[in-house]
């Protein structure tokens, strides 16, 4: 890892079509690749997601998935030399008097990872929206343990106590598909929930789990309470730092 990485926050409509094609080749290469049930459980995509094979992402469905028209969308990313080498998406709304900031999307080249780069990255969505609430689904716990460390304690003093009430209600009401869809899952929301899962939800990415898992392995190394529980396929673990502008 070398040269001045450079951040810049860029507001939904002032995001080009370029920066756009950055962000998906990024993804296309470094986010991850399909896990076993792939092909089988994506029906008539299943031809697109073949095991082992790099998850991919077109500009089309980037632009679609994280900037939809009408929404209040953000990029912030990170450039060295003028490459990218790391980005994050993020769509804000309101429910019930509180400000919700959303990531849709966060990937960091693989040879920027393990320096706090995608802290930093999320970091610069939370400046100046210290009365936001932010959420994330993902199947990395680096992804996690960053989203928690950017915008509330790091993953020593998580608090999930406060997230069955108020997160499935919050989801439901996102303008994200994504997010609406996803199914809340594991013994936090249902006491007979037996899959080990305790805060995850069910997004149906059948993303593989192996790199995921062995960050997790290293977590468990280090000593550190992992409080979501075990991740189930085609689940992603759930985080949400709560403030509210009204309390
Ligand atoms: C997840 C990802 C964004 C992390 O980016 P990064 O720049 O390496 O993250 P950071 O350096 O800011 O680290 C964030 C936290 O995670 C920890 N971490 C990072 N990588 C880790 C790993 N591989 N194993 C365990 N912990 C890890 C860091 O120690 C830090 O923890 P702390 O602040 O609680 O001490 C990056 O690995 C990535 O883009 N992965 C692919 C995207 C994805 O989510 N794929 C899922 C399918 S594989």
Known sequence: MSGTIVIEKIQGP?????????????????????????EEKMGTFGKFCKPGHPVKMSKNRLREQSLAPGTDSILVRATVDGNL??????????????RIGWITQLCVSR???????????????????HDHSFGILSSHPATIRAALRAFGHGIEKVDLSGIKELVPAIMDSSPVPYVK????????????DHTGAVCCADTAFWVDHAEPLAALN??????????????????????????????
């Open 111 to 129: 040879d920027f990872r393990r320096n706090g780069l995608a802290t930093k990255i999320l970091s610069h969505l939370r400046e100046n929206k």
């Open 85 to 98: 080498v790391g980005h994050t998406f993020a769509t804000f709304w309101d429910y019930e008097g509180r």
């Open 181 to 192: 869809m996803a199914k809340p899952t594991g013994s936090l929301f249902d006491q007979g």
């Open 14 to 38: 002032d995001v080009s079509e370029e920066m756009i094609a950055q962000a998906a080749e990024l993804f296309s290469s470094d986010y991850g690749i399909w896990g076993p049930l792939a």
């Open 218 to 247: 290293v977590i468990k190394e280090d000593g550190i309470k992992w409080p979501f529980g075990d991740l189930p396929d085609g689940c992603e673990f759930l985080a949400f730092v709560s403030r509210s502008s009204v309390t």
